[in-house]
């Protein structure tokens, strides 16, 4: 039986930061940000957004009747939790309207927890062939204003249903993972940010790709002959690149240049959100399937995700039979045209803007945020959220 990817849905904020504009007002030059880190754009989350609203938004991009009704199994990977005892996923299942005979929960592991989910949602699966999964990332990347990590900040979510039989990507059974406690980015609970070690994080995902990549080979026997297209967790765009050249010289030139240009088309998304943590690995499938026409049913997609701290899965996927009927292409093309660049200044006041951390009520403004699920408020220390 096959088990794997059905749908696919994705959302990211109504706004956005050019990375030419934030380069010149952090005294840098553009090409250190577009080239050397591989970003073009930002999203910003406005007060209105927050892990649970973009998680609603992208499942309901994708859900029907019939899924509501199917669907027992509800996971959000996220590291942005903003509640240590309160699953994300709850108030996920409610505003989606999912019926209640479910089970809800949230995966914590830096960027690994939605891969885990999905791993989690294919043995549910398997004995319940009938039901269905929905697997969520969601994630706000923030590393403060003017900071060293500023240029990999983001914000979005990337919603999966996981069934049998699926009509997207059938996940293959194989797979090597590898866990090691090493500190090269956490998030103490007393802090609003993250304590990264950044140049130790980059070695140790060349570290971890490598490792998990060789392992599988020896699982399966599979060359890069065997790969038709590789797809990364994005931190940023060039991360990557460089774990991707580190093999290349194990297949033809011929194909380097085939799984160099493919990887460029999975790389398009994320150069224009941003680091959304969990989703970054699945917006570079979902950036692959809608921006590189030369893919066919049958081939296979190479996944890499790395979770700081650290954990890093390598899996494959196979395309099915009209895949490209499950894609939202036009859709998404729409999200992307239609968000509204703002100024630098307007990004550090949005950005600036918080939450009040004791509990205090506020009412938030959402006349101006397009999406359909937001964050209306907060009242006696509980979120409240409307469907528009």
């Known amino acids: 039986m096959k088990i794997g990817i059905d749908k696919i849905g994705f959302y990211t904020p109504p706004i956005y930061v050019d990375m030419n504009e934030l380069a010149h007002a952090r005294g840098d030059e553009p090409e250190k940000y577009i080239i050397g880190i591989g970003q073009s754009q930002m999203a910003v989350s406005p007060l209105s957004q927050d892990i649970v609203s973009m998680a609603a938004n992208a499942a309901l991009q994708i859900l029907d009747k019939d899924d509501l009704e199917t669907i027992d199994l509800v996971i959000v990977g996220t590291e942005s939790g903003f509640d240590a005892s309160k699953s994300t996923a709850v108030y996920v299942h409610n505003l989606l309207g999912i019926q209640p005979n479910a089970r809800s929960m949230e995966i914590k592991h ?16 398997a004995l319940n062939p009938d039901r269905k999964a929905l697997v969520i990332a969601t994630d706000v990347a923030r590393y403060g204003l003017a900071t060293g990590g500023e240029v990999t900040q983001g914000a979005g979510a990337v919603a999966l249903l996981i069934s049998a039989n699926p009509r997207l990507l059938s996940l293959e059974s194989d797979s090597a993972y590898l866990s090691k406690d090493i500190m090269d980015f956490w998030r103490p609970t007393y802090s ?3 304590m990264v070690d950044g140049k130790y994080s ?16 020896e ?4 060359r890069m002959e065997d790969i038709d297209a590789f797809c990364f967790h994005l931190p940023y765009t060039k991360m990557g690149l460089k774990a991707l050249r580190e093999i290349l010289g194990e297949t033809s030139e011929e194909k380097q240049t085939i799984l160099k240009e493919r990887f460029q088309a999975s790389t398009l998304y994320s150069r224009n959100v ?3 943590y969990t989703g970054s690995l699945y917006l570079s499938l979902l950036s692959l399937l809608e921006n590189q026409a030369q893919l066919q049913p049958g081939d296979r997609i190479a996944l890499f995700s790395y979770g700081s701290g650290a954990v890093g899965e390598f899996f494959t996927g196979i395309l099915e039979e009209n895949y490209e009927d499950q894609l939202l292409i036009e859709s ?16 550090e006041r949005v950005f600036s803007q918080q939450l009040p951390q004791d509990g205090s009520e506020v009412v938030i403004a959402t006349n101006e945020d397009p999406s359909k699920i937001c964050l209306a ?10 469907v528009k």
């Open 274 to 276: 941003g680091n959304i």
């Open 192 to 194: 609003e940010y993250a």
């Open 377 to 386: 408020g907060i009242k006696e220390h509980k979120r409240y959220y409307i």
């Open 202 to 217: 980059n070695e140790q995902y060349i570290s971890f790709f490598l490792e998990t990549w060789n392992l599988f080979k």
């Open 110 to 125: 830096a960027c690994y927890g939605a891969t885990a989910g999905i791993q989690m949602a294919k043995g549910h699966v």
């Open 219 to 222: 699982k399966t026997d599979y």
């Open 332 to 347: 998404n093309q729409q999200t992307f045209s239609s968000r509204k660049e703002i100024s630098v200044g307007e990004y």
